[in-house]
């Protein structure tokens, strides 16, 4: 949906509910209204939305409207957060370190007409030839 078409919708919803349009702002509406069905339809949505407000307590619609409370110790818990990540980080890449296997080196040769076969410590096998 065409945000442009939301927005003429809401500026003509909140002209609608300041009072009586007069009657060349009502031609201009109803030309708005009628050009395609999407703005229609964005008008009921609106209206739709206003009457749910009167099933809702008084109390209630105003909390909604008033400013979030920033929960304390939000930034604390997300500080200790970033902190359990790092340290877990690091934890993970000294127990790698501590577990990578050893390099192994060795030298094997054999004779002119020699073959042999070596078992590698990882269980891989080496065929040698002269």
């Known amino acids: ?9 809401a500026q003509w919803f909140v ?3 300041d009072g009586p349009l007069s009657a060349q702002e009502r031609q201009r509406f109803d030309a708005w209204r009628g050009a395609h ?9 609106l209206q739709g939305l206003w009457n ?3 099933l809702l307590p008084k109390a209630r619609l105003q909390a909604l409207g ?4 920033e929960r304390p110790g939000r930034r604390a818990l997300m500080r200790y957060a970033v902190a359990a990540s790092v340290v877990a980080v690091a934890v993970g890449l000294s127990v790698f370190s501590v577990f990578e296997p050893k390099p192994y080196n060795a030298e094997f040769s054999t004779q002119v007409g020699e073959h042999r ?8 096998v080496m ?3 002269s």
């Open 127 to 129: 065929d040698l030839n």
């Open 66 to 69: 008033d400013a979030p409370v």
């Open 37 to 45: 069905p999407a703005h229609q339809y964005e008008i009921d949505v």
């Open 117 to 124: 076969q070596v078992t590698l410590p990882d269980g891989s």
């Open 52 to 54: 749910a407000t009167d």
């Open 15 to 17: 002209r609608l509910q």
């Open 1 to 9: 949906m065409d945000n442009r078409v939301r927005d003429e919708a």
